[in-house]
């Protein structure tokens, strides 16, 4: 063991110039291979335990060991949090402000603006450290606050012009904001900077499928697909999942989504280090849009496999928005005593929070209940426990960008439709598609709308438009 208990004694400077106590090299090259799994969304985040095992006083070591397994080993964050504690009177500034920024991020009563608060702090004094940017930027996502992403990302910007990440880390919260020229600018800026950027490269993709370039989309994310083998099932799975919608935009044959469902999702479970709440996020997220747009018979019993895969409570209170499509998976199946289950878990978890964030959480918990009821068919319960003004982008909080959130959105049309309220979803397809005129799948719906209308011209020119669309698409990607 380099460095042995004793190592705490020199300084080192690790990938950001900043100082750490230790005397070991191999300690701050494992807290560097660290920072890089991170940025690059890489599969071997546990390279962190080296940095502890080369030197066990190392504070930095120890508090990023702390917040790597802050929700999958409560343990081995208590220990190593408590090891990081006991030697913080002979830590370096950089690592008090690490210290006390990630023990903000981690206390069992988390204040998030306490903790943004703390991270903004740490980045004024050190702000080349894009770890603990991505840090920050990730909390602001599960807050659902893209415009605090965007302002601390700016806040480091002028230190970083020229550092590989920074352009992804802004390009996000730009596009979540709506800004998809400057986000595309900054998407386009990281890919010069570094080809192998996956945050910029999926941001780039987030910008083209907004815009309904879906040919150029899957054109630009298949050219690059082979640089995701090792990064986590999450994002391997989360690009894919992005690809095969842009081909379900671009109204191409069934069988191309049908088979990255196969061969880039599920096949992920294969792999012995896969995260299956990961993989299962982004199969739910695709089966519910193959669901919406009534093409489920295609996808065989994969929905019922997947479905009995859910069973295990391990895959609940994960992420909010997996337990919210596994709600919907739920009813699908006719699986009630589950649901029921799942939903009082996710009540029992919003108890436990401010009083501020369960009046937020309690909308979501309505959402979540009305996805189930339409699992079941239960469209007029689905429209009682939905405002008349919902809108799924209010949603971010769950930790979900607008392009997962758009499938919410969907189910709402579709609850107004098979709910009878056919004038209130011409309004809402009608504003949709002002936004978006290039999917052909939102002027299917209006056709239908009008149809049930009795509206014969404008479910005549909506059928038109929707045929050209998709005439055009299906020919380019092909």
């Keep these: 063991m380099e460095g042995g208990r004793g190592g705490g004694g020199g300084v080192k400077v690790d990938r950001w110039g900043y100082q750490v106590r230790t ?5 701050i090259s494992a807290i560097n291979s660290y920072y890089h799994q991170l940025l690059t969304y890489g599969r071997e985040r546990g390279v962190i335990l080296e940095a502890v095992s080369h030197d066990p006083d190392c504070v930095l070591a120890n508090i990023l060991v702390a917040h790597c397994f802050s929700t ?23 690592e008090k402000a690490v210290f006390d920024a990630i023990s903000s991020l981690i206390a069992e009563d988390r204040d998030d603006d306490a903790a943004f608060h703390s991270h903004s702090s740490l980045l004024k004094q050190f702000p080349k450290d894009l770890v603990s940017l991505k840090r920050a930027q990730i909390l602001c996502f599960y807050m659902g606050r893209p415009d605090l992403s965007l302002v601390i990302a700016e806040q480091v910007l002028p230190q970083n012009q020229q550092e590989s990440y920074i352009y992804g880390m802004l390009a996000f919260p730009l596009l979540e904001l709506s800004r998809m020229e400057d986000a595309e600018k900054a998407a386009r800026k990281g890919l010069e900077i570094n080809k ?23 054109e630009f994310m298949e050219e690059y697909s082979s640089s995701w083998t090792s990064c986590s099932s999450f994002m391997y799975t989360h690009n894919w999942w992005h690809v095969a919608i842009c081909y379900m935009e671009g109204y191409s044959p069934i069988t191309k989504i049908l088979r990255i469902y196969d061969e880039n999702i599920w096949k992920e479970l294969q792999r012995s280090d896969a995260v299956c709440q990961e993989v299962y996020l982004n199969a ?12 489920m018979g295609f996808f065989g019993d994969r929905l019922e ?34 649901a029921e289950d799942l939903l009082n878990g996710m009540k029992s978890r919003i108890c436990s929070m401010s009083k501020k964030k369960q009046l937020l959480m309690q909308r979501v918990i309505k959402l979540a209940e009305a996805l189930y009821a339409y699992g079941r068919d239960d469209y007029e319960q689905a429209f009682q426990l939905l405002s008349p003004d919902f809108d799924a982008n209010e949603f971010k909080i769950v930790g979900a960008s607008d392009e997962q959130l758009e499938v919410f959105n969907e189910v709402w049309y579709s609850v107004l439709l098979n709910s009878g309220r056919v004038d209130k979803a011409i309004e809402e397809i009608e504003k949709v598609v002002k936004k978006r005129e290039g999917i052909p799948f939102l002027w299917r719906l209006l056709e239908r709308s009008y149809t049930m209308a009795n509206r014969e011209e404008d479910a005549a020119v909506a059928s038109e438009k929707a045929k050209a669309l998709e005439a055009a698409y299906f020919e380019h990607l092909e």
Excluded at 284 to 295: K, N
Excluded at 322 to 337: H, P
Aim: charged share 20%.
């Design 196 to 218: 192998q950027d996956l945050w910029s490269q999926h941001n780039f993709c987030h910008v083209l499928q907004y815009e309904c370039r879906f040919k150029e989309a899957v």
């Design 72 to 94: 999958s080993d409560p343990s081995r964050l208590s220990y190593h949090l408590a090891a990081a504690e006991s030697r913080l009177v002979q830590a370096t500034p950089y």
């Design 305 to 338: 496999i997947l479905t009995g895969r859910l069973m295990d409570q391990s895959n609940w209170n994960v992420e909010w928005l997996l337990d919210m499509l596994i709600l919907w998976a739920f009813g699908s199946v006719k699986e009630s005593n589950k």
């Design 284 to 295: 739910l997220g695709l089966l519910l849009r193959i669901y919406l747009r009534g093409q």
């Design 23 to 27: 005397s070991s090299d191999a300690c």
